[in-house]
């Protein structure tokens, strides 16, 4: 692949940043054998990387908190390499702040973390549930944490690793309807519960992204499985396709996130 032709597709990105992701996708075809950084990449990136990878016979994995995690710790594979320690590349722990007096936040957990001098994309993103803080980092940035965080807002705290099945699951609320088709104008009517007119309008805008990505043409077709961002109405899943009606139309199950 191009080294100019990759940076061009990045070009809001830093390019440091940039840099560094071509060099860890050029060492893996060079090695043959997979490689990772040590950075959180936002979805913008991540998601473009499955399709450029695609292309030069490199598979891409993502690791986050969870499935549906934004931030995710990108890893470049051979075509069919079968990576049986993809969990040992990263640390799931949790940060407990049990108290009877003071609620904690996200921006508490984070702020705290990022004042041991931490960058934020060294961190996946951060789940706070009863003032539990569920995290994901690199080996090398947990044990970061692990010595040097002792209290966050003068609640002392707890760290210990986890499981990935105890990392809370985020929450959705779900939304069944029928759409004519799956072009983007007819997703994003459903979802917006407006006119085909209007929906085209918050398209056109520069309003709606697809899987993290503004997408301006209404006659997208939306796949099973794609992230829709509306501004200002939130981010939403088109998580099944429920059938074919009598009249030709398609029930659909959209999860909202909450």
């Known amino acids: ?6 940076f061009n597709l990045f070009p809001n990105e830093d390019e440091f ?41 490199l598979d891409v994995l993502t690791l986050g908190l969870t499935p549906y995690s934004e931030k995710q710790l990108v890893i470049f594979t051979p075509k069919n390499f079968n990576f049986s320690h993809l969990e040992e590349v990263v640390t799931y722990f949790k940060i407990d702040a049990s108290n009877k007096f003071k609620i904690l936040y996200h921006k508490d957990f984070l702020g705290t973390i990022m004042g041991l001098g931490l960058k934020r994309e060294t961190l996946g993103d951060i789940i706070v549930k009863d003032n539990i803080g569920y995290c994901i980092a690199t080996n090398d940035i947990f044990n970061i944490i692990k010595n ?6 003068t609640i002392p705290i707890k760290i210990s690793t986890i499981s990935t099945s105890q990392v809370p699951q985020l929450e959705f609320k779900e939304i069944t309807d029928t759409v004519s088709s799956f072009r983007l104008d007819s997703i994003i ?11 085209t309008n918050l398209i ?11 997408e301006k043409s ?31 139309k398609f029930k659909i199950l959209i999860k909202q996130y909450i």
């Open 189 to 199: 009517a459903s979802i917006a519960n407006s006119s085909r007119n209007i929906s």
């Open 218 to 248: 209404k006659n997208k077709i939306v796949n099973i499985g794609s992230v829709i961002t509306i501004r200002k109405k939130g981010k939403f899943i088109l998580e099944k396709n429920l059938g074919e009606n009598k009249k030709g």
């Open 17 to 57: 940043l940039i840099a560094s992701i071509w060099e860890d996708l050029s060492l893996c075809l060079e090695i043959d054998y997979p490689v990772y950084g040590s950075i959180f990449l936002p979805p913008q990136i991540w998601t473009k990387l499955h399709d450029v990878c695609e292309s030069i016979n």
């Open 148 to 153: 040097n965080l002792e209290q966050i807002n």
């Open 1 to 6: 692949m191009n080294k100019k032709y990759f």
């Open 204 to 214: 056109e805008s520069g309003d709606v992204l697809v899987n993290y990505n503004t």
